[in-house]
């Protein structure tokens, strides 16, 4: 079994896999007369065909050390997650290799913080910390198959 430790999300750590989802230092733009910041264009919704679509997932919480010991990943579209509540979660991803998963990364999301993962990224399931937690997702709809699962060997995620 193998095991890995959690690390702090950085844009720069999360590139090869998408982008954050979270207000920039500093607003592109003020909006609403001058009430609202716009944060513009985090990220893109990639997808071949279909549609993009907006959901709403809740998830159980998992509590550390967790055994992470299925991947997934959707060929067809990114795939954007932004919690809706205010605590942490986890996020499980991994490089491609040849086809399946490589080595898995483990990533504190901080609360208020999302992710976008590019289309055929390899990524655990959706696993908030200690407290079952909302989110909405925001990914591709449409005809092809867009959902690819791995059992893969047990790895352990530690704090």
């Known amino acids: 079994m193998t095991t890995i430790r959690i690390q702090p999300i950085t844009a720069e750590a999360f590139a090869p896999y998408g982008e954050l989802l979270c207000a920039r230092p500093a607003p592109d733009k003020m909006i609403n007369q001058g009430r609202c910041e716009r944060h513009h264009a985090l990220a893109t919704v990639q997808r071949s065909g279909g549609e993009a679509i907006i959901s709403l997932f809740r998830s159980e919480p998992v509590s550390l050390p967790y055994d992470c010991v299925l991947l997934e990943r959707h060929p067809l579209g990114s795939q954007a997650f932004m919690p809706l509540g205010p605590d942490p979660w986890l996020s499980v991803v991994a490089p491609d290799d040849d086809g399946m998963p490589g080595a898995p990364l483990a990533f504190l999301v901080p609360a208020g913080m999302g992710v976008n993962l590019r289309a055929g990224i390899w990524h655990g399931v959706l696993t908030p910390l200690d ?20 059992l893969i060997p047990a790895v352990t995620i530690t704090a």
Request: aromatic fraction near 4%; hydrophobic fraction near 45%; charged fraction near 35%.
């Open 131 to 150: 407290h079952a937690a909302d989110f909405l997702v925001i990914d591709r709809e449409g005809e092809g198959v867009n959902l690819e699962e791995v």
